[in-house]
């Protein structure tokens, strides 16, 4: 069988992406963010998301076909996110996805978002070899992930107990005045920071945790350490140096993401990390993941920064994994599932 055509349609939180791939080859990727319209709250309005889902899907998925050069009958199928996220926001895309399902007669995909935050790094470096480890930093989640086969049989080792990296850092920035979302912002002033300047904590990291807590995260002592520090220099009439506090949370989140995801693919026996979600991104955790993989003999496979906050490429290429694997297709009765499991790849 040739590789599948599949489109990819991505609304579970702030962004409209319409992702089209033959196989694992990228033929277009549209977004629309409605990050925007959200600044002035400090986060995401999930009915301002819903709207704006509503008013950019028809528009980017003409788009993407424009960009891919196809027409819609030409695909295969249709892939898109059945959760987890924020409800009214899915549905729009889920409804989308099911009346082009109907009008084309094409099957239904209803896939996990935080799967194809992992799988979009297929489009940049090829096949996955089986079994791996991920590690899945996203705005709400923070997971280490066992995957067997990566449409149909992944198991959570780990996972964040209070916050996710990417709300911590989207807390930090707004403790110290910086926009939202604050992963990018913070990512950019830790540059001229000094990592070491203060010793912020690592949380779940010592002896006493690690039967219990191995391979899970903490990030809220963190938070609540950092905006103590800010508040006291703030008391005591002290200019509160942002980039040092920037790069030195960034330096904690780093180290012990890093550290647990190494320590994970040990104790796996595996010799490949995937990495994935928007905090991916991050200039630092790419680095320091990057050294301390190498340093252990493992391969690290991380997608292009570009691809790894919330787009419609990840979903059509975990479609497109799901169909080569002769997967069935959904039901056209599934809903939205917004706290949809880690370990369901297909709805
Ligand atoms: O995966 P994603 O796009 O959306 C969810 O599925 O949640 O992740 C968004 C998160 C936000 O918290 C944002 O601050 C964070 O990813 N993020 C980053 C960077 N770019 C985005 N965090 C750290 N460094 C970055 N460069
Ligand atoms: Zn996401």
């Given at each position: 069988m040739t590789a599948p055509l599949i489109l990819g349609i991505e609304s579970s939180c702030d962004e409209t992406g319409i992702g089209i791939v033959r196989g694992r080859e990228l033929l277009a990727n549209e977004v629309a963010s409605s990050v925007a319209e959200h600044v002035r709250f400090g986060g995401v309005v999930p009915e301002v998301a819903s709207r704006a889902h509503l008013e950019a899907l028809v528009p980017t998925l003409r788009r993407a076909c424009e960009v891919a050069d196809i027409?819609?009958?030409?695909?295969?199928g249709i892939a898109v996110t059945?959760?987890?996220?924020?409800m009214g926001a899915l549905v729009v895309g889920l409804t989308a996805a099911k009346a082009l399902a109907v009008a084309l007669n094409k099957p239904l995909y209803g896939v996990n978002h935080l799967i194809g935050h992992v799988a979009v790094d297929l489009l940049d470096h090829g096949p996955l070899p089986q079994p791996c480890a991920a590690l899945l930093v996203s705005g709400g989640h923070t997971s280490l992930l066992h995957v067997r086969d990566i449409t149909g049989d992944i198991t959570e080792i780990g996972a964040t107990i209070d916050d996710a990296a990417g709300e911590a850092y989207d807390k930090v920035a707004r403790v110290l005045g910086l926009?939202?979302?604050g992963g990018p912002v913070i990512d950019q002033l830790a540059q001229?920071?000094?990592?070491?300047a203060i010793a912020f904590p690592r949380g779940l990291t010592a002896g006493k945790d690690?039967?219990?807590?191995?391979?899970n995260y903490s990030f809220s002592g963190l938070k609540t350490s950092v905006s103590r520090w800010v508040e006291t220099e703030r008391l005591a009439g002290r200019e509160v140096p942002a980039a040092d506090v920037a790069a030195s949370f960034q330096e904690a989140v780093a180290d012990v993401l890093t550290a647990k995801a190494v320590d994970a693919c040990q104790y796996l026996g595996v010799d490949t990390l995937l990495l994935g979600g928007?905090?991916?991104?991050?200039s630092r955790l790419r680095e320091l993941l990057a050294e301390r993989t190498a340093a252990a003999g493992i391969t690290l496979r991380r997608p292009r920064p570009g691809l790894?906050?919330?787009?419609?490429a990840m979903i059509a290429v975990l479609g497109a994994e799901v169909v080569s694997a002769g997967r069935r297709p959904s039901a056209l009765e599934i809903g939205a599932d917004s706290g949809m499991p880690i370990s369901t790849v297909l709805a």
């Open positions: 027409d819609l009958n030409e695909l295969d059945a959760g987890p996220g924020l926009s939202y979302p001229s920071g000094n990592p070491k690690q039967a219990k807590h191995r391979f928007g905090v991916a991104a991050n790894c906050t919330d787009n419609g």
